[in-house]
């Protein structure tokens, strides 16, 4: 059984650039969540997607946008960058039955770094 | 107030203490609870979900759960260096879940 898997690892943009980060999820799951991890803080929630389509956002502007593909593998957008978006973003699957309460499996994260 | 508050430490034991951890939090609505363990540069993995008030263990771990009080603790007993991590407490009653800050510790051989 394959994990959860994020590219690329680390990534280093500057401000005002878009930048798109990737994930499969773990097989037999067909949820997807994006979290953001500033340093030194716990991930707090981006969005999720089921079966393709946004199923819950959290407190983030819509210049962070996301897909989810039929494979339920998905991607994460963030437009015109800010400094404040340098953090581990990381990427949970789940095999949803139609709770939140589904325990989510974490991928390692991508690191990115706005300078 | 935050939702979820966890004393961010840093905390550092030496090998084979016990180590208590804690979060409180203030959403009534939060009825699912769970301890991420954490290792530097890594995505969190789960240790423990827990339901019910009381306790639940598995292995040299321990998580209980006091929905009165609004809190709950992850215990680890006979810590070891590997334990070395960040440990971070989530939650959720059928929304997103919610983190904690995340507590890091360091057992010394």
């Known amino acids: 059984e394959t994990g959860v898997t994020q590219s690329p690892t680390h990534l280093i943009k500057t401000r005002g650039q878009q930048v798109t980060l990737r994930c499969s999820s773990q097989?037999?799951?067909?949820?997807v969540s994006w979290y953001q991890q500033a340093l030194g803080q716990g991930p707090q929630f981006i969005f999720q997607?089921?079966?393709?389509?946004?199923?819950g956002r959290g407190n983030f502007p819509p210049r962070f946008s996301g897909l989810q593909f039929p494979n339920y593998s998905s991607e994460l957008n963030v437009n015109a960058l800010e400094l404040d978006d340098s953090a581990l973003y990381l990427c949970?699957?789940?095999?949803?039955?139609?709770?939140?309460?589904?325990?989510?499996?974490f991928g390692p994260g991508t690191r990115l770094t706005v300078l | 107030q935050k939702e979820v508050e966890q004393d961010p430490g840093p905390l550092s034991v030496p090998e084979g203490a016990i180590v208590s951890l804690n979060c409180t939090y203030s959403?009534?609505?939060?009825?699912?609870f769970m301890w991420y363990r954490q290792y530097s540069r890594k995505g969190p993995e789960l240790l423990m979900y827990t339901y019910s008030s009381g306790n639940k263990e598995d292995g040299r771990f321990t998580a209980q759960v006091d929905k009165s009080s609004k809190y709950i603790s992850l215990f680890i007993r006979d810590s070891q260096p590997s334990d070395s991590a960040t440990y971070l407490c989530?939650?959720?009653?059928?929304?997103?879940?919610?983190f904690g800050k995340g507590t890091r510790l360091s057992v010394i051989a």
């Open positions: 997607y089921y079966r393709e389509e946004e199923n």
């Open positions: 949970a699957s789940s095999a949803f039955r139609g709770a939140n309460t589904d325990t989510q499996y």
């Open positions: 097989s037999g799951h067909n949820t």
């Open positions: 989530a939650m959720t009653g059928n929304t997103p879940l919610v």
């Open positions: 959403n009534s609505a939060f009825q699912y």
